[in-house]
């Protein structure tokens, strides 16, 4: 069940740590994800973190493919964004800097976007064209 918090909530900078999860894999790591559907979710994503496991994540899910920006207002740990085709393709990788208002984009349409702690995926020698599998990509069309 998804934690759904109120603008209240949110304005007093308190993170959603109860969102469902999901266990996803690419190559033999794998990484196991909260799971953000909502506009708000997605607003509020890894906000006020102040740690994360290393093979921990955040999956923003959106209805349709279009081009996702990210930013880090308020977001205290630096984080890498995999954006991510339909069928699990890594798109393109960008590195964020915590509490930066800069704007990381999707080169292309995606309807996913994948957060790890910065330097994760590099760490792990996965680039663009990489892929993921899991429940998120199996009922892709």
């Not at 607003?43 to 955040?58: D, Q, T, W």
């Not at 680039?127 to 429940?135: E, I, N, P, V």
Request: aromatic content about 8%; charged content about 15%.
């Amino acid at each position: 069940m998804a934690l759904v918090m109120s603008a209240p909530a949110w304005a007093q900078g308190q993170a959603q740590l109860n969102l469902p999860r999901t266990l996803m894999s690419v190559g033999v790591h794998q990484i196991d994800a909260q799971v953000a559907r909502t506009p708000q979710e997605h607003a509020i994503g890894l906000m006020f973190r102040k740690e994360m496991p290393p093979n921990e994540g955040m999956l923003f899910v959106f209805k349709d493919p279009s081009k996702q920006c990210f930013w880090m207002k308020n977001t205290l740990l630096g984080l890498t964004a995999a954006f991510v085709a339909d069928d699990g393709t890594v798109v393109n990788l960008e590195d964020m800097q915590a509490n930066t208002t800069d704007s990381h984009c999707s080169s292309q349409p995606v309807r996913y976007v994948l957060e790890v702690n910065q330097g994760w995926f590099a760490k792990k020698g996965i680039k663009a064209g990489a892929k993921l599998s899991g429940a998120p990509f199996k009922a892709a069309p």
